[in-house]
């Protein structure tokens, strides 16, 4: 079936740091991709997203890539404040269906 | 911004016992979701509401739940008689669009259910 791969978490960083959080794919078709993120005692909010290959994602200094050949959609910012510190949550969405497909979360903490 | 709101946040209940969650989705938003991530496990997909109708539903979502929209603003999920392992955090998504547009789901904060 459908499922979305997120690397394990915590990932800690120090202010000003380059981030990458690795998303993998399996999908049965072009799927969209998503990026939400959750802060503390909040509920998921969308970050970015794509809806076909070679797509670029964009919002707030992050980024993220579709890549087919790949079967990826990697989050990276350039400098990550500590305001970042969230739970990021990779997802997908096959056209045919309402139902988002969400990997398992990857918590950063960004330390000043 | 408009936002989903979730009531109550924390939800308590004896084993057996029914509880119905309380959304109130983007005011005019047509598609309407609820999700539930059991602790340390993913957010995975229950049922989604259209047209007054389920759309589409997961193979967790059985005869023990049951969702409705009661009135223009409403959209609830009861569970009829709890399990432990019902214990997660619930959370209820809208979208304006359907899957085959521009489908951007808005969650709320989500209801703690912990049944006990």
């Known amino acids: 079936g459908n499922s979305v791969t997120q690397m394990e978490g915590p990932v800690t960083l120090s202010e000003e740091a380059f981030l990458t959080i690795n998303c993998t794919y399996t999908a049965t078709g072009y799927p969209s991709l998503f990026w939400y993120v959750q802060y503390p005692g909040e509920g998921l909010q969308l970050l970015l997203k794509?809806?076909?290959?070679?797509d670029k994602g964009s919002n707030k200094g992050f980024e993220a890539t579709y890549r087919k050949e790949t079967t990826s959609f990697h989050l990276e910012k350039g400098s990550v404040q500590v305001s970042d510190s969230a739970v990021y949550f990779c997802a997908l969405r096959m056209d045919s269906s309402y139902k988002l497909i969400f990997g398992s979360g990857t918590r950063l903490l960004v330390r000043p | 911004e408009p936002e989903v709101t979730q009531t109550p946040s924390h939800q308590v209940t004896q084993m057996g016992q029914e509880v119905i969650l309380r959304c109130v989705p983007i005011?005019?938003?047509?598609?309407f979701y609820w999700y539930r991530q059991i602790l340390g496990q993913k957010v995975e997909f229950l049922v989604s509401f259209y047209n007054n109708e389920i759309s589409e539903k997961s193979e967790i979502f059985d005869d023990q739940f049951s969702v409705e929209r009661p009135d223009g603003s409403n959209f609830t999920l009861k569970i009829r008689s709890t399990k432990l392992e019902d214990s997660a955090m619930y959370f209820c998504?809208?979208?304006?669009?359907?899957?085959?547009?521009?489908?951007?789901?808005?969650f709320g904060a989500g209801t703690r259910l912990s049944v006990l």
């Open positions: 998504a809208s979208s304006e669009r359907g899957p085959l547009a521009k489908n951007i789901q808005y």
């Open positions: 005011s005019n938003h047509l598609y």
């Open positions: 794509a809806t076909k290959a070679d």
